[in-house]
């Protein structure tokens, strides 16, 4: 079942902050972050295992509520780098075998 | 050095016509994947193979099957062309998913 992601699209100038939303209504083993530039493949931001723990990568972090099952991936003083489409992908078992479950994306633009 | 590297990057023909995709990774990753972006950014498994098992996902036509010689490929295979095959596909490998995964640059498939 397909993660939902909010908000669809954001615009923002540099400097400002953003919050990406990823919920699923299923048990989620894992929540992946993903960014991807127009063109490009997929880039790896960060994973967030079951146990509701926050990760941080410069300016760039996320947390999991695992009662929620949701993820939130927070972007603080958006630089032009950060334009992209972010995509959450769940799992829903570990190993990897089954792959990954994304959602539809959200369209972020940072305006200078 | 390409991590996941894919051939062609572009792939145009004809309705009917069977074509291949190439994936390889110098990652010495265990598993390997295939996804299908369409025109609204949906990226949606097709496939998954770790350690000679296949998982395929159920809504992949019969007419797509995945081969892998070795550890380090997967190809992609499509039998009779459709003109809803037209997307990208990403090929992805990951050895723990903790790691995520490394995404081939994409292949982007044109059917006329």
């Known amino acids: 079942q397909q993660p939902v992601q909010s908000p669809q699209a954001v615009i923002l100038r540099e400097g400002e902050d953003a919050v990406i939303n990823c919920s699923s209504s299923k048990a989620l083993y894992s929540v992946h972050w993903y960014r991807q530039k127009h063109g490009e493949a997929p880039v790896f931001l960060m994973i967030l295992l079951k146990g509701g723990e926050q990760k941080g990568h410069e300016k760039i972090s996320a947390s999991f509520n695992e009662k929620k099952q949701q993820s939130s991936l927070y972007l603080t003083a958006s630089q032009l780098s950060y334009s992209g489409t972010y995509f959450c992908?769940?799992?829903?078992?570990?190993?990897?075998?089954?792959?990954?479950?994304f959602g539809k994306g959200t369209h972020l633009i940072i305006q200078p | 050095d390409t991590a996941v590297s894919q051939t062609p990057k572009y792939l145009v023909t004809q309705m009917g016509n069977d074509k291949s995709i190439k994936c390889e990774q110098n990652l010495g990753h265990d598993t390997m994947y295939w996804y299908k972006q369409d025109s609204k950014k949906f990226l949606k498994i097709m496939f998954s193979?770790?350690?000679?098992?296949?998982?395929i996902n159920e809504t992949v036509p019969n007419r797509f099957s995945p081969k892998s010689p070795d550890k380090a490929h997967l190809n992609l295979h499509i039998n009779s062309l459709e003109l809803g095959d037209s997307a990208v596909y990403f090929c992805a490998s990951s050895q723990d998913e903790i790691y995520g995964y490394t995404f081939g640059s994409g292949t982007r498939l044109t059917v006329v």
């Open positions: 992908g769940t799992a829903y078992s570990g190993g990897g075998a089954d792959g990954l479950t």
């Open positions: 193979y770790n350690n000679k098992e296949l998982i």
